[in-house]
């Protein structure tokens, strides 16, 4: 069993499913199974996948003063996650809506709280960090002091860096863990320049292993120093598009899944896209999940040479 340590957010999360963005003023629209309220956040959907997938998680996280850390565990959850590294320390737990409209588009409202300002018990940190395969991180700013800890523990080291736009005034201060991370995953959703371009810059200022740039419909780009490969990946359809929330998170948490597991990037991003395509078939950002055995199963129906896609 393969052991990650995990942290990030965990909001409560509306997703409502529209006809159009932008969405078209009304008073009132009513339609039946169109508004999802579930558990969500980059972290949280990142530890249940892996959970899922058969590893052993810590989850490191911050919810309302006012919540239970039982908040991440919901009746009739499949996956239950310990929660005794999720503390009480924020004055509300963040919230989101996203608006998923036809062909992927989405719109989201964030609201982080004060997370930004919150600093995470590094004493917890210290005390499961050496038991850890590999430490998963979010660039918050609490997880800031947990790349030093981790890299002086020896872990290997991945990050998902949200909304990172390269270029003065940004808004994000990502150097550091830009610079310390051995695998970065990024999305598309707001860049402006090439991918390849954009990966390569990454790569030469960086020098992280593995590079995963999510690049929505078209699939993803990978970069593997280790394996020599610099090449796109396209999707595969093994489920009808439902929403696409979370997709991005389900991609980057079963990569590391297989990667840990086999050592070969080039496998675990194909059964990291499975994983992925099946997952936007579910509404809800924790729903819809693959087993192994059904991942292997699409993997040789797909991939029968076993050559690269």
Same mark, same amino acid.
């Given at each position: ?16 499913k529209v006809d159009q ?57 499949? +996956? @239950? &996650? ?7 320390? /924020?004055?509300?737990?963040?919230? #989101?809506?996203?608006?998923?409209? *036809? ?101 030469d200022r960086y020098a992280?292993?593995? +590079? @995963? &740039? ?7 780009? /990978?970069?593997?120093?280790?394996? #020599?490969?610099?090449?796109?990946? *396209? ?75």
């Amino acid at each position: 069993m393969n052991k990650f340590l995990v942290a990030g957010i965990v909001q409560r999360e509306t997703i409502v499913k529209v006809d159009q963005i932008p969405v078209e003023y009304a008073s009132i629209t009513s339609q039946p199974n169109t508004i999802d309220i579930s558990i969500g956040g980059d972290a949280y959907n990142e530890s249940l996948a892996l959970e899922w997938l058969g590893n052993d998680v810590d989850f490191m996280t911050m919810i309302g003063k006012h919540d239970s850390p039982d908040m991440i565990n919901p009746y009739g959850s499949e +996956v @239950l &996650l310990r929660t005794d590294y999720v503390l009480p320390r /924020l004055s509300q737990t963040p919230t #989101e809506v996203v608006l998923c409209g *036809p062909d992927r588009k989405q719109q989201v409202f964030e609201d982080v709280k004060d997370v930004p300002e919150t600093e995470y018990d590094l004493a917890l940190f210290e005390e499961r960090v050496g038991r850890a395969g590999m430490v998963v991180l979010s660039n918050e700013n609490f997880c800031r002091p947990l790349l030093r800890l981790a890299k002086e523990a020896g872990k290997p080291i991945a990050v998902n860096i949200r909304d990172h736009m390269s270029g003065e005034g940004s808004g994000y201060d990502d150097e550091e863990f830009l610079k310390t991370a051995d695998i970065l995953y990024m999305s598309d959703d707001i860049l402006t320049e090439d991918p390849y371009d954009y990966v390569k810059g990454i790569v030469d200022r960086y020098a992280p292993k593995i +590079v @995963l &740039l999510g690049l929505g419909a078209k699939g993803v780009l /990978l970069y593997s120093k280790e394996d #020599e490969i610099f090449a796109p990946f *396209p999707t595969v359809k093994t489920n009808k598009i439902v929403n696409t929330v979370g997709a991005g998170n389900a991609l980057f948490s079963s990569f590391l899944h297989y990667y840990f597991k086999t050592g070969n990037a080039v496998a675990a991003v194909k059964n990291a896209i499975l994983f992925a395509s099946y997952k936007i078939g579910f509404m809800g950002t924790s729903n819809g999940f693959m087993t192994e055995e059904q991942i292997e199963q699409w993997h040789s129906l797909i991939w029968k040479d076993g050559g690269n896609l």
